[in-house]
T-cell receptor, first 113, second 116 residues
Framework: DAKTTQPNSMESNEEEPVHLPCNHS???????IHWYRQLPSQGPEYVIH???SNVNNRMASLAIAEDRKSSTLILHRATLRDAAVYYC??????????????FGKGTLLTVNP | EAGVVQSPRYKIIEKKQPVAFWCNPI?????LYWYRQNLGQGPELLIR????????DSQLPKDRFSAERLKGVDSTLKIQPAELGDSAVYLC??????????????FGPGTRLTVL
């Protein structure tokens, strides 16, 4: 499985934008980039995913580098409720294992009031 | 719409005792997953069901762990006997369709197991 590298932790202030980086230098052409987050004492929840183009949804934006070796999850205005562990995950759509979510340790985001 | 329901939320047992966790996925979701999450780590997949069939149990420690999903709806994960190293959060997730799709997985709140 292609691996991802994320900083262990990041800190932000409330109502400021947050850019969470993810490196995936061994990404293959059939890997989708997914982000999940896990709020305290809850299960992970889906945030966003993309393949090549930048993506936006109500929760966040995903910026994907042109060579796809890195991506950035953007929270436009962080709130206290965004404090969570953010996981960057590659999902390979080829073969039969595209259901697999292989979680790393993720990035612990702290949001200061 | 109700999310994935798990019970109990917390369980404390002594080692060598049996324990069971229950999961009710989102209505209509064909695929069900059990994950284990150790402290400070991301979740790891234990088993995946497509309807009532366990199609990937390669990560399930079969000497002491078992799971079932009768009638392809709710599921039970059992540990017998529990060991100290089984202390973790056990997460259940479901997704609408099978493996050919990139559906998101919807997770329950988990069961925190403490083995003394």
């Amino acid at each position: 499985d292609a691996k991802t590298t994320q900083p262990n932790s990041m800190e932000s202030n409330e109502e400021e934008p947050v850019h969470l980086p993810c490196n995936h230098s061994t990404i293959s052409g059939t890997d989708y980039i997914h982000w999940y987050r896990q709020l305290p004492s809850q299960g992970p929840e889906y945030v966003i995913h993309g393949l090549t183009s930048n993506v936006n949804n109500r929760m966040a934006s995903l910026a994907i580098a042109e060579d796809r070796k890195s991506s950035t999850l953007i929270l436009h205005r962080a709130t206290l409720r965004d404090a969570a562990v953010y996981y960057c995950i590659l999902r390979d759509i080829s073969g039969g294992s595209n259901y697999k979510l292989t979680f790393g340790k993720g990035t612990l985001l702290t949001v200061n009031p | 719409e109700a999310g994935v329901v798990q019970s109990p939320r917390y369980k404390i047992i002594e080692k060598k005792q049996p324990v069971a966790f229950w999961c009710n996925p989102i209505s209509g979701h064909n695929t069900l997953y059990w994950y284990r999450q150790n402290l400070g780590q991301g979740p790891e997949l234990l088993i995946r069901y497509e309807n009532e069939e366990a199609v990937d149990d390669s990560q399930l420690p079969k000497d002491r762990f078992s799971a079932e999903r009768l009638k392809g709806v709710d599921s039970t994960l059992k540990i017998q006997p529990a060991e100290l190293g089984d202390s973790a959060v056990y997460l259940c997730a479901s997704s609408p369709r099978g493996t050919r799709f990139l559906d998101e997985q919807f997770f329950g709140p988990g069961t925190r197991l403490t083995v003394l």
